[in-house]
């Protein structure tokens, strides 16, 4: 919808402060399809010419973005080798590149890192992080949690099309906190007792489990564990992974 490809069934959405569609700010906008489908009789200069061209730039500034770019997604070894003969990876890279060759503000890129290495998956956040810095703004789709953990500031979840929840991924090592002890003789009162730093605490035999919003409140509850005359054989709190948070948050469902 943002890219002005599928029209909206309610409601309206602006880009750019500008209603999807418009041609003139797709000139703003880069763009990495899953399932990308370039000409193959290319060569790698000649895609990122062709994209740049399209998006209105000089051939002046093509000689200098084109090299730079084959450069920074490593394919400058290859910049005369037609596209047909790129290896998976490759092609997520040259086409990373024709998403960036105009210098967009707004980039939307759609598994990003599908059929790359580590090293490969390890450049392309490179590459995104020097485009956030630079100012722009990027959305990235994906199902490798971990990828999204490592490189984005924001992330939201959707299920049959809504937004079910956000979370400001940068707020995340001060967020939701999972504590998992091994207790003797901890009575129940003292478990309802840690409702004051925790909504979910659940002793099953010895293993205590909760929850809690804030490393600053961890020293309280194990003192209110001592206190309680609680024997503490462990006390291992663990901060709650973004894969963590999407089953809790979407939950089990395996045909999400």
């Known amino acids: ?53 399209l998006c209105g730039m000089t051939t002046a500034r093509l000689r200098e973005r084109v090299p730079a770019l084959l450069d920074l997604v490593g394919l400058t070894p290859h910049r005369e080798k037609r596209l047909r003969e790129f290896s998976k990876g490759m092609l997520q890279r040259i086409g990373l590149a024709q998403a960036l060759i105009h210098e967009p503000e707004l980039i939307f890129l759609d598994e990003p890192t599908s059929g790359l290495d580590p090293m490969g998956r390890r450049l392309v956040r490179d590459v995104i992080r020097a485009q956030r810095d630079r100012g722009a703004t990027v959305f ?52 309802a007792e840690l409702a004051r730093w925790s909504t979910n605490a659940q002793l099953d035999g010895e293993r205590l489990t909760l929850a809690t919003g804030s490393t600053e409140v961890l020293p309280d509850i194990l003192r209110h564990l001592v206190a309680a005359g609680a024997d503490v054989f462990e006390f291992a709190p663990e901060k709650l992974s973004l894969e963590d948070l999407f089953l809790k948050i979407m939950g089990e469902d395996r045909g999400l």
């Open 140 to 191: 990235l789709n994906s199902h490798l949690l971990s990828e999204v953990e490592i490189t984005c500031d924001h992330v939201v979840f959707m299920k049959e099309g809504e937004v079910v929840a956000s979370r400001d991924l940068r707020a995340l090592p001060h967020g939701e906190i999972r504590v998992s002890a091994r207790v003797r003789n901890f009575p129940p009162k003292a478990v």
């Open 1 to 53: 919808m943002f890219l002005g490809l599928v029209k909206p069934s309610d409601g309206q959405a602006l880009v750019l402060g500008v209603p999807t569609g418009d041609v003139e700010i797709r000139r703003k906008i880069g763009f990495l399809p899953e399932d990308f489908r370039f000409y193959t009789w290319l060569t790698a200069s000649e895609l990122l010419n062709l994209h740049g061209r």
